[in-house]
């Protein structure tokens, strides 16, 4: 279809490439979970992979034909052998959680997004394999599909305690933090897009997103690591399974690790290589990813383990088995992501803008024909404006760009230029039976910004996002179409949400302190003047030491600063409490208030700075508009 994905037509895998994969999905199955439904102790469904039956037919005209057959490979669903000794539970989560079984129990592998799909995957594990004890868990890395579901599998008190190892790359919890606390409402809105939750599951709705089916939607929470891996080369042996450490920071998260099992000549390369194109920028938002970085780390993989390893597995999708396979499988990731670096910065090098790039950039056919070089996950595309992105910044060096109006301002100019909004609807419409969806998703992008409720340009914008969605290869592109679709045809969607309040319990009090800060509405803060705050934090109501902080407001910013207040000055409230305390605050199950009135928090001095500080913090807005404007300014 003419003005839809620009790879989507690139991409057609011979039969004995799909045949192969098809295999490797199946490979050692073992049972299902039956029904695949997972519901929360209320009874809410947070997964239901039954949903997904329809993928057994033919792919429909609402679908990209490749998006479909990754799809039907990514809804395959139960408990499957890797190597004697090694499980994953599949299609119970965007991601896989693996079982590695030790001498006393069984080590836990990136336990998933929400605690009731990861207690399910490991009952179905159980119910196969015994009731073995969990004796480790392990994070490859710093997103939520990660460890959000580790209250499903373990007990923070058994890791507080030390009877639990916790092992996570150095970083690991900050970076957690950033993306799940700092930014979380942001990334939060736009992850209701990329993977399409609150979509009705159907041929033409949502199919998947090319790295999983979508997100669960239960309980979210963090237990915090307790052994950090500061350098690659680091062996550590937990339950007599013996682990050989790879860092590879700044690949597919700030904080990420590829994990060797000598003994089993078994390789798990975390996120680093899936059998999809991944993100260089995700379209929910992140710190853009170095390609460059990422090509290199997976070049040091094959140079640490290729000689020792038979079998390669991810926390997606399905291992690649035998040595021959596994190398070109790893060489061919590497090559992609060098390619799409090298060209990328050759054609910035030429003056070529992102949007330029992305139109321009294609892969070799030898990567462009391989299944898991294609674009079901992370588009060549919007990979390339990523590329521009890190190395040149927003602006493309056109003055004429410089200073811009912004969204809402520009929309009304550009609509009254084109002759109104039900003349520029019109033209749009004839744009639309041409085929050119593209310019009609662009030009009542203005109407929409100027008179949101024009019925007219809601009803074609809906059908113009609709025909892209449905030609998309990339899952993200899909959903995020036919979620902005729903949108302007219904009204702001919002998945159940998780929210971070089973984070904040394992943050220290600098990353809460950080969240506080950003919630500053500086103006306002700026009239309120200068406020200091010294916090006592206790790791108990027994504990008589204290972690001390002290936060100052001034000039409208909110300061951490460890220790008392820089030169003696005094501050207007001293507050006192656990760790636990503050962690339940910020978490939204009590109030500072309550908390004071039960005696959890005892305070000395001026109680009115506490209360001035709670007035200028804001509580961002999870619904907040995307497809139309917002109906306020920013400040």
Same mark, same amino acid.
């Given at each position: 279809?003419?003005?839809?994905?620009?790879?989507?037509?690139?991409?057609?895998?011979?039969?004995?490439?799909?045949?192969?994969?098809?295999?490797?999905?199946?490979?050692?199955?073992?049972?299902?979970?039956?029904?695949?439904?997972?519901?929360?102790?209320?009874?809410?469904?947070?997964?239901?992979?039954?949903?997904?039956?329809?993928?057994?037919?033919?792919?429909?005209?609402?679908?990209?034909?490749?998006?479909?057959?990754?799809?039907?490979?990514?809804?395959?669903?139960?408990?499957?052998?890797?190597?004697?000794?090694?499980?994953?539970?599949?299609?119970?989560?965007?991601?896989?959680?693996?079982?590695?079984?030790?001498?006393?129990?069984?080590?836990?592998?990136?336990?998933?997004?929400?605690?009731?799909?990861?207690?399910?995957?490991?009952?179905?594990?159980?119910?196969?394999?015994?009731?073995?004890?969990?004796?480790?868990?392990?994070?490859?890395?710093?997103?939520?599909?990660?460890?959000?579901?580790?209250?499903?599998?373990?007990?923070?008190?058994?890791?507080?305690?030390?009877?639990?190892?916790?092992?996570?790359?150095?970083?690991?919890?900050?970076?957690?933090?950033?993306?799940?606390?700092?930014?979380?409402?942001?990334?939060?809105?736009?992850?209701?897009?990329?993977?399409?939750?609150?979509?009705?599951?159907?041929?033409?709705?949502?199919?998947?997103?090319?790295?999983?089916?979508?997100?669960?939607?239960?309980?979210?929470?963090?237990?915090?690591?307790?052994?950090?891996?500061?350098?690659?080369?680091?062996?550590?042996?937990?339950?007599?399974?013996?682990?050989?450490?790879?860092?590879?920071?700044?690949?597919?998260?700030?904080?990420?690790?590829?994990?060797?099992?000598?003994?089993?000549?078994?390789?798990?390369?975390?996120?680093?290589?899936?059998?999809?194109?991944?993100?260089?920028?995700?379209?929910?938002?992140?710190?853009?990813?170095?390609?460059?970085?990422?090509?290199?780390?997976?070049?040091?993989?094959?140079?640490?383990?290729?000689?020792?390893?038979?079998?390669?597995?991810?926390?997606?999708?399905?291992?690649?088995?035998?040595?021959?396979?596994?190398?070109?499988?790893?060489?061919?990731?590497?090559?992609?992501?060098?390619?799409?670096?090298?060209?990328?910065?050759?054609?910035?090098?030429?003056?070529?803008?992102?949007?330029?790039?992305?139109?321009?950039?294609?892969?070799?056919?030898?990567?462009?024909?391989?299944?898991?070089?294609?674009?079901?996950?992370?588009?060549?595309?919007?990979?390339?404006?990523?590329?521009?992105?890190?190395?040149?910044?927003?602006?493309?060096?056109?003055?004429?760009?410089?200073?811009?109006?912004?969204?809402?301002?520009?929309?009304?100019?550009?609509?009254?230029?084109?002759?109104?909004?039900?003349?520029?609807?019109?033209?749009?419409?004839?744009?639309?039976?041409?085929?050119?969806?593209?310019?009609?998703?662009?030009?009542?992008?203005?109407?929409?910004?100027?008179?949101?409720?024009?019925?007219?340009?809601?009803?074609?914008?809906?059908?113009?996002?609709?025909?892209?969605?449905?030609?998309?290869?990339?899952?993200?592109?899909?959903?995020?179409?036919?979620?902005?679709? /729903?949108?302007?045809? @219904?009204? &702001?969607?919002? $998945?159940?949400?998780?929210? !971070?309040?089973?984070?904040? #319990? *394992? %943050?220290?009090?600098?990353?809460?302190?950080?969240?506080?800060?950003?919630?500053?509405?500086?103006?306002?803060?700026?009239?309120?003047?200068?406020?200091?705050?010294?916090?006592?934090?206790?790791?108990?109501?027994?504990?008589?030491?204290?972690?001390?902080?002290?936060?100052?407001?001034?000039?409208?910013?909110?300061?951490?600063?460890?220790?008392?207040?820089?030169?003696?000055?005094?501050?207007?409230?001293?507050?006192?409490?656990?760790?636990?305390?503050?962690?339940?605050?910020?978490?939204?199950?009590?109030?500072?208030?309550? /908390?004071?009135?039960? @005696?959890? &928090?005892?305070? $000395?001095?001026?109680?009115? !700075?506490?209360?001035?500080? #709670? *007035? %200028?913090?804001?509580?961002?807005?999870?619904?907040?508009?995307?497809?139309?404007?917002?109906?306020?300014?920013?400040?």
């Amino acid at each position: 279809m003419p003005g839809t994905n620009p790879t989507a037509d690139t991409y057609a895998p011979r039969d004995d490439q799909h045949d192969q994969d098809v295999a490797d999905a199946d490979r050692g199955f073992v049972a299902r979970l039956t029904p695949g439904v997972v519901r929360d102790a209320s009874g809410r469904t947070v997964w239901d992979s039954d949903a997904y039956a329809f993928l057994d037919e033919d792919c429909p005209p609402t679908a990209h034909p490749s998006l479909w057959r990754q799809s039907r490979l990514t809804a395959r669903q139960g408990l499957y052998e890797v190597v004697p000794g090694v499980y994953q539970v599949r299609g119970l989560d965007l991601s896989n959680v693996t079982f590695v079984e030790g001498d006393r129990g069984v080590l836990v592998i990136d336990p998933l997004i929400s605690a009731e799909v990861a207690a399910a995957a490991l009952a179905l594990y159980r119910e196969h394999r015994g009731h073995r004890p969990v004796t480790a868990v392990l994070y490859t890395h710093s997103h939520v599909d990660h460890f959000g579901g580790v209250h499903g599998v373990a007990d923070p008190e058994d890791a507080a305690a030390g009877r639990l190892p916790v092992i996570a790359p150095a970083g690991f919890l900050a970076h957690a933090a950033g993306e799940n606390v700092i930014t979380g409402p942001a990334m939060a809105r736009r992850s209701v897009y990329m993977y399409g939750a609150a979509l009705p599951k159907a041929p033409d709705g949502q199919i998947g997103c090319g790295l999983g089916q979508t997100t669960s939607l239960g309980g979210v929470g963090l237990i915090a690591p307790n052994l950090d891996v500061r350098a690659t080369g680091q062996t550590e042996t937990v339950d007599g399974v013996r682990m050989v450490f790879q860092l590879t920071p700044g690949t597919e998260a700030p904080a990420e690790m590829n994990v060797h099992f000598p003994e089993l000549r078994l390789l798990c390369v975390a996120e680093n290589a899936c059998h999809t194109l991944h993100n260089v920028l995700t379209l929910r938002g992140a710190l853009v990813r170095d390609p460059s970085a990422w090509a290199r780390y997976l070049t040091e993989t094959l140079g640490l383990f290729a000689d020792a390893t038979d079998v390669v597995f991810a926390s997606h999708h399905w291992p690649t088995w035998g040595q021959d396979r596994a190398v070109r499988f790893l060489e061919e990731q590497r090559d992609a992501y060098a390619y799409l670096h090298d060209q990328c910065v050759r054609l910035i090098n030429a003056g070529y803008t992102g949007a330029e790039i992305a139109e321009e950039l294609r892969f070799p056919p030898a990567l462009e024909q391989r299944p898991h070089i294609g674009g079901h996950y992370g588009s060549l595309s919007h990979n390339a404006k990523a590329v521009y992105q890190r190395y040149m910044g927003w602006f493309d060096g056109n003055p004429a760009h410089l200073w811009q109006h912004p969204p809402r301002e520009a929309a009304a100019r550009y609509t009254e230029f084109m002759g109104g909004a039900d003349a520029v609807v019109d033209k749009a419409r004839a744009s639309f039976e041409r085929g050119d969806l593209r310019w009609v998703a662009e030009v009542l992008h203005h109407v929409l910004f100027t008179d949101p409720g024009h019925t007219g340009a809601r009803a074609l914008q809906a059908e113009t996002f609709e025909r892209l969605g449905h030609g998309s290869e990339c899952g993200p592109w899909r959903n995020f179409y036919l979620t902005g679709a /729903a949108e302007l045809r @219904g009204g &702001v969607l919002a $998945a159940p949400g998780r929210g !971070a309040s089973g984070i904040v #319990g *394992a %943050l220290t009090a600098e990353q809460v302190f950080q969240s506080m800060a950003v919630r500053i509405d500086g103006l306002r803060a700026a009239e309120a003047g200068r406020l200091l705050l010294r916090w006592e934090i206790t790791d108990g109501p027994r504990d008589t030491s204290a972690d001390i902080w002290t936060l100052l407001l001034s000039n409208g910013a909110l300061t951490p600063m460890p220790g008392d207040a820089p030169r003696g000055e005094r501050p207007h409230l001293t507050l006192r409490l656990a760790r636990t305390t503050l962690h339940a605050v910020v978490g939204r199950a009590t109030t500072f208030a309550d /908390a004071i009135a039960a @005696g959890a &928090v005892t305070t $000395a001095g001026d109680l009115m !700075a506490l209360t001035t500080l #709670g *007035a %200028l913090m804001e509580r961002p807005d999870p619904r907040f508009p995307i497809v139309t404007p917002r109906s306020t300014g920013v400040v």
